[in-house]
């Protein structure tokens, strides 16, 4: 999720040589999915249409968010395995636990065309620059070329304006990407139902904001010293932030995780920081570094020491974004109040 996850061509196929799935594409833009409810199902993904003649049996997902995808729709007998860092994965107290439990956890390392070889994967899940990317070959044209097929995460679809991601806001992209699933794996209705729950635990969580209240503005801190990582328009924690009540302050930038300038959060003078909790700096070496950074001093966010902190698998596309809306709610309330 750190900025390396650069954007590029629309590009996404499916081959299901293994399971035999008659497979055709087309790239239009605006194609909407299309499912009959039986199989030949074809749907849309960042682009292009896809035809499935059956479902998937041997997917491979990379990164924690996707995998709950895969497991909130209950599809672990579709599985061969996930890719995610220890850090992501081992902890005791993740939804879905009994996902990681029944399905191999095949590397904490970066995802690679063996490692999809060696599982006998028929479908590889993961995102551009969630796994797919040009600088190790590790694309969908390249796994096509091996008979694998990829459905790429919809929050990292890549919008076609020079190496920017983003194609509609964040929490449609989960919407979306569970949709789709559903119908390439015929279970439409639990996706229906997933999407329902989520939009209601949303639709309760903004119960208590006052529609002409002041919204308090919000700036999400990933990492960085000398330029900080944050999200844009289409990465998650946008609307994240905004459905609990906030201001994004990075809201007007068109992409999903990026880089700004210090200067540009002293200007901003957000109220709350946001951090993303992951990698080898810990969310509170994170906290100390921010509340000792003398340009900061300043910030309001800082000078009231109002931070507060998400996980990774919260802010990126999952189904834990909802529960991230609604603890974000509560933590907005007490800064109104």
């Given amino acids: 999720m750190r900025i390396t996850r650069t954007a590029a061509a629309l590009v996404t196929v499916v081959a299901l040589a293994g399971c035999g799935a008659k497979v055709s594409e087309s790239s239009e833009p605006g194609d909407k999915a299309e499912s009959s409810g039986h199989y030949p199902v074809t749907v849309s993904n960042c682009g292009v249409k896809t035809t499935y003649d059956k479902a998937p049996r041997r997917v491979v997902t990379n990164d924690v968010g996707i995998a709950e995808i895969m497991f909130a729709l209950g599809l672990e007998k579709h599985m061969a395995g996930y890719v995610a860092p220890d850090y992501r994965a081992s902890r005791q107290d993740v939804p879905w636990k009994d996902g990681y439990d029944k399905v191999k956890w095949l590397s904490k390392k970066q995802i690679n065309k063996e490692m999809v070889l060696d599982a006998k994967a028929d479908l590889v899940f993961a995102g551009w620059n969630y796994g797919f990317g040009e600088g190790d070959n590790f694309t969908p044209a390249a796994l ?194």
């Fill in 144 to 337: 096509k070329k091996l008979g694998i097929g990829s459905y790429v995460l919809t929050e990292s679809c890549r919008s076609g304006s020079g190496n920017e991601r983003g194609v509609m806001p964040p929490l449609e992209a989960l919407y979306t990407d569970l949709t789709t699933l559903g119908k390439i794996f015929d279970v439409e209705d639990r996706a229906a139902k997933l999407v329902a729950g989520f939009r209601k635990k949303v639709a309760d969580a903004q119960a208590g904001i006052p529609k002409d209240g002041k919204r308090p503005s919000v700036f999400l801190y990933d990492d960085g010293r000398d330029k900080p990582v944050t999200s844009g328009a289409f990465a998650g924690p946008h609307d994240i932030i905004t459905k609990a009540g906030g201001d994004h302050v990075m809201g007007d930038i068109k992409d999903t995780w990026t880089t700004v300038s210090w200067e540009t959060v002293v200007d901003r003078r957000p109220e709350v920081i946001v951090i993303n909790n992951y990698g080898a700096v810990s969310a509170e070496e994170k906290k100390r570094f921010l509340l000792s950074y003398p340009p900061l001093k300043d910030v309001p966010a800082i000078k009231n020491k109002r931070i507060f902190v998400l996980d990774y698998v919260d802010l990126v596309e999952s189904p834990r974004n909802p529960d991230a809306i609604a603890a974000l709610a509560g933590y907005l309330k007490g800064v109104r109040d």
